[in-house]
């Protein structure tokens, strides 16, 4: 028998089997396969070997991707959520410094204001006895004030809530904090004006919550 070359030696064992068989053949006798081999009659182990995926296996895979990317994607939600409620905090955070720093840069009262207008949330620092003509807007529209656990001092003629800091950064007032949330009321961010002496900070989740 003829000795099998390295090519033959790694091929899969039904191909190395039919290699095997037809290397011993004689030309007439591989002309008489021709006919078998252009309609595909490969022997049975050969084709099992070569064969693809069963419907019933195709089935299972797209099954278990779907559940994998389900998992996924309700993660990724609750990811996207919660940067953009970190995102908003971060901006109210900076409101009530604005106002804080700039008080004491212009001795005098300035006021740092929230509200809700038109389903979006809405932040300005301004003199206490005015009432703001320009809003800045979050650019988070799925944040909204959390009413319900939100301590700042309500301003119900001017629909808004609001803390002042005096000409020396201090609170001139009642203490409190502004809560942010998403429009399924969870997670939710916070940020407290804790001190009379103006002490900020953030907290998240059921820090944010009354008890």
């Given at each position: ?8 030696l ?37 084709n ?20 994998l ?62 009432v ?15 009413p ?64």
């Open positions: 028998m003829r000795g099998e070359s390295p090519w033959m790694q091929a899969e064992p039904a191909i190395r089997e039919y290699l095997q068989i037809t290397s011993s053949l004689s030309c007439f006798q591989m002309l008489e396969l021709i006919p078998i081999l252009q309609q595909n009659k490969l022997p049975h182990r050969l099992r070997a070569t064969a693809g995926f069963t419907l019933a296996e195709m089935i299972v895979v797209i099954a278990i991707v779907g559940i990317a389900a998992v996924a994607g309700a993660g990724f939600l609750g990811w996207l959520a919660r940067m953009r409620l970190n995102s908003a905090q971060h901006t109210a955070l900076q409101a009530i410094r604005q106002a804080q720093m700039t008080a004491k840069l212009q001795k005098s009262t300035l006021q740092a204001s929230f509200r809700e207008q038109n389903g979006k949330v809405q932040w300005a620092v301004h003199p206490d006895n005015t703001p003509s320009i809003w800045n807007t979050l650019e988070q529209e799925s944040v909204k004030i959390d319900d656990n939100t301590t700042f001092y309500k301003d119900n003629k001017n629909s808004l809530w609001r803390v002042q800091f005096n000409h020396k950064g201090n609170t001139n007032g009642q203490l409190g904090r502004i809560n942010l949330t998403t429009k399924t009321g969870t997670p939710k961010r916070c940020v407290f004006v804790s001190t009379l002496l103006g002490a900020v900070r953030t907290a998240a989740d059921e820090r944010c919550v009354k008890k």
